[in-house]
């Protein structure tokens, strides 16, 4: 199982950036897969998750909410992290992850619930 994510770069604030995430090796339909950032200092954070659970949810930080939207492609496995009106605070390390479980609330935000992790896209706002 590989996740390869990309999309990352410099921008400005209140600019717009795409995430992209490639899965293969697994059919990922039914797997939660998140969004994690991690900025230099500071623990990994979780973003987002989307989830198959008879319809697809979407779940937010609270810091993003708004602003960022999670989706996913089935046909193309995959994933993307659509990021508007960015600050520098969401400068940081994306990296996407995937369970092949439907993970409930109280577990969507902790990294280790995760067992698939891509290797991060650098994302950078200056102001």
């Known amino acids: 199982v590989q996740l390869q994510a990309s999309g990352g770069g410099l921008v400005q604030l209140g600019a717009s950036l795409r995430l992209s995430c490639a899965a293969s090796?697994?059919?990922?339909?039914?797997?939660?897969m998140g969004w994690f950032r991690q900025a230099p200092g500071k623990e990994r954070e979780f973003v987002a998750a989307?989830?198959?659970?008879?319809?697809?949810?979407?779940y937010y930080a609270d810091s993003v909410k708004g602003r960022f939207t999670i989706s996913r492609d089935n046909a193309k496995n995959t994933l993307y992290l659509q990021m508007n009106s960015l600050k520098p605070e969401d400068t940081a390390v994306y990296y996407c992850?995937?369970?092949?479980?439907?993970?409930?609330?109280?577990?969507?935000?902790?990294?280790?619930?995760?067992?698939?992790w891509g290797q991060g896209t650098q994302v950078t706002v200056s102001s």
């Open positions: 989307i989830r198959w659970s008879g319809v697809l949810n979407t």
């Open positions: 090796g697994r059919t990922f339909s039914r797997f939660t």
């Open positions: 992850a995937a369970s092949p479980l439907a993970l409930i609330t109280s577990q969507r935000r902790l990294v280790n619930a995760y067992d698939y």
